[in-house]
């Protein structure tokens, strides 16, 4: 009988090794598996703080070129107020030359015209002024 307990002692204490042999393998992996995880969130960590500072940086360079748009809008707004203004005193000067050229062709109107007997002056009138 004692020796069946040996034997099963024996049996039970292999069990056991075997056991903690299995235990330290899993345990190893887990810890390898953690370590793993570990360097992975570092990684994502490092990518994540990267890519906010792009960013941040593509946000600051859009408001600098939204502020060069904005500035670039005024000047044209300005440069379109003062050309419309430019047209309208050019349109006034037109009327002004206009109904000066109308009084003027009123003489013209007064005046002799002739006939050039040139073939390809015939179709031209010729003003002449008395």
């Known amino acids: 009988m004692t020796h ?4 099963i ?9 075997d056991y903690i042999k299995r235990l330290k393998v899993y345990i190893r992996w887990f810890q390898d598996l953690e370590i793993n995880y570990s360097l992975e969130q570092e990684k994502l960590k490092n990518s994540l703080e990267m890519t906010q500072q792009k960013s941040i940086e593509i946000e600051l360079l859009l408001k ?4 060069e748009l904005n500035s670039i809008i005024v000047e044209m ?4 107020s003062s050309l419309q203004e430019k ?7 037109k009327s ?3 109904a000066a050229n109308d ?4 003489n013209y109107i007064k005046g002799e015209y002739t006939v050039s007997k ?7 009138p010729k003003i002449t002024n008395i």
């Open 118 to 124: 040139d073939s390809h002056m015939a179709s031209q």
């Open 87 to 93: 047209f309208i005193k050019e349109e006034a000067e």
């Open 103 to 106: 009084s003027s062709s009123i």
């Open 4 to 7: 069946i307990l040996s034997i």
């Open 9 to 17: 002692s024996k049996e039970r204490c292999e069990n056991m090794v």
């Open 77 to 80: 707004r300005r440069n379109c």
């Open 64 to 67: 600098i070129k939204e502020d």
């Open 96 to 98: 002004v030359v206009v």
